[in-house]
């Protein structure tokens, strides 16, 4: 019982990093309907320049900061520079652009600092709590993680549904035309949803450092595992992304507690395809009708 | 009849020449280029293979990789323990991995856009980690691979025969093969109730067609060809470890399909050409030019990152159909008389407004142009839907 709380707790702990990198692809999917394979690279990239400035003697706090505020500005620049000339156009095409773009990143994060992966200092200790003598698998920092992630995802609510600005983003991401037509400037909107995004993923890349160390090419499983979680929730449904990383964490988790850690990815395969043969579309998809 | 008969002459040709070519070039390179030029062969059967499915069939897959890896263990495993000879090696390759297709083709009809995307890629990424389960690595040799025994070339060639310039005409081999029936299979039927399930799901299933059969069809073919290439992939590396089979292998098919130009065969020979050639030569220049070891090391890789990047901006419908544009804007400035001889626009080609198959059928139908004005024309009533019967019959 205690392991399996234990497995539990850890699994949620690890579904909330997947959960933001999920609401990452998901916000961009609402905007501009690309899958943004470049947000394993553009979060590998932010964290490497928290890591610059914990390395050279800053505190986690401006790391995190530093790490938030290049999100925002690497984001905007992917959209305006790159999506943009290719938005409208065949939908392969995008995916094939922020594919460039997430190799672009590796090879220049290689050429900056190597490709040996560094290691992250934790923001608290990740010595278990414990609770009645028995230890458990959740630390100050893991509540720290769970926290932030929630703390985001509030934030985020409220910007997209209290706020003329969302009520903006919103109408951009779902009629643009028509959004145009009562003066929403639609382009900005995108490259803002963009940002925003790219800051959500950033978050997730210091969030998970610690565990899986600072490399070019350590953070490929966040994107899958992310990818993954979008789609179990449905790719349209923020609420869905956060609950799709929920589950797939604890999914993963007891896969690799109860049977073998080789076969979490083999789990993951297993755990989507679940719930796509259940839910084509995903566990959150609003039904949608076909029109003949 | 004839027309039929002219189509096979021609890709028979074509696969002639093909092989004449290759022939020269790999009898005139040393070794590294025969190797290199083995590699492009083997991939383009596995891109030829992808572009097939996502350009005609409209089903994205980021998961080929791990085709290539279920045909490469396969060759392997016959070859290890039963010691098959090289053709019956690669042909179970082949077949095995065909089953393998059914399995996935019958998940990935049900899918669309981006969720069999992700499907698609937690295959990629998930099958090759099984040969790391404790419980197979017995089987599957863990981390480590199974190795082959390379191919013996025959002793008629000379007894100085070099073993990479024999691997590379047993993936050219492959890779024409591959071509050939491809061409054949694309240009008659299948391909063309592929297409027609492709550009619309539901007037296609009125016509009698079973999408979800054709699709699970164009799965299996598609699978075959990887797993074929995973079979070369086994003789040419004398491998078949995990480690040869990451997610970047399936997503370098997918941007190699894209590269060449979605839905065309040709455009996969140059996507492949693009995958072996651009990281090599930019690695050849990265070593020269004396840079750090960080930078250079990293180089071939932002080089790829910049060719992906500047060819699907440049040339949105790929390599292949930026070479038709050329070759259609140098053909209108020919006389008239010559321009009747001349393969027109509405060749069954890929249309530009082919979407993929990422987004929503209503958007989709919404931007495909009704040809020939039919819907507007039709006198019996029938509005958007007798338009889009039109199109299909035609």
Known sequence: ?292 | MGALRLTLVRHLAGAAAGLVALYVLTTSVGPYRDLQIAQAAYLTCAVAGLTVLTGLGGQISLGHGAFMAVGAYTAALVSAHWGWPLAAMLAAAAVVTALAGVLVGAVAARLQGPYLAGATLAFAVGLPGLANYSHLTGLLGGQNGLTVTPPVPPAALGETFPLERWQAWIACLGAVVTLFLLANLTGGRFGRTLRAGRDDEIAAALCGLRVARLRIAATVVSAACAGLAGGLLAVVATLAAPGAFPLTLSLQLIAAVIIGGLGTLPGAVWGALILVFVPSWASDAASSSGLSHDVASNLPLAIYGLVLIAVTLAFPRGLQGGLRGIGGAARRRLPPSVRRFAPGGGAPGVPATHRGGADEPTTDQASVPDPEGAGGRDDDGGGGAGGRGERLRR
């Open chain 1, 1 to 292: 019982m205690v392991r399996f709380v234990n497995l539990t707790l850890a699994g949620i702990t690890q579904g909330a990093v997947f959960a933001a990198v999920a609401l990452a692809l998901v916000l961009i999917w609402r905007a501009t309907r690309v899958v943004n394979f470049a947000q394993g690279g553009m979060l590998m990239f932010t964290t490497f320049l928290a890591w610059t400035v914990v390395h050279d003697g800053g505190s986690y706090w401006l790391a995190l900061g530093v790490a938030l505020a290049s999100g925002l500005v690497i984001g905007a620049v992917a959209e305006r520079v790159l999506v943009r000339p290719v938005e409208g156009g065949p939908p392969l095409n995008a995916v094939i652009v922020t594919l460039g773009l997430y190799v672009l990143l590796q090879a220049a994060a290689g050429m900056i600092w190597g490709d040996t992966p560094h290691s992250y200092p934790p923001a608290f200790t990740i010595k278990g709590l414990s609770a009645g003598g028995t230890r458990l698998l959740l630390s100050p920092f893991d509540l720290f993680v769970i926290g932030a992630v929630a703390l985001v995802m509030a934030a985020l609510t409220v910007l997209f549904v209290r706020t003329g600005l969302g009520l903006k983003l919103r109408a951009a991401a779902f009629a643009p035309e028509i959004a145009r037509l009562q003066g929403v400037r639609v382009g900005r909107m995108l490259t803002l949803g963009w940002a925003l995004a790219a800051l959500v993923g950033s978050l997730a890349g210091v969030l998970i450092a610690p565990s899986v160390f600072v490399g070019p090419s350590q953070f490929d499983a966040m994107l899958v595992f992310g990818f993954t979680a979008a789609v179990i929730g449905g790719l349209d449904s923020p609420a869905g992304a956060v609950a799709g990383g929920l589950l797939l964490g604890c999914a993963l988790s007891y896969v690799s507690g109860y049977i073998s850690s080789d076969l979490v990815t083999f789990g993951a395969l297993a755990a989507l395809i679940t719930v796509l043969m259940v839910r084509p579309n995903g566990l959150f998809a609003a039904r949608t009708g076909r029109r003949v």
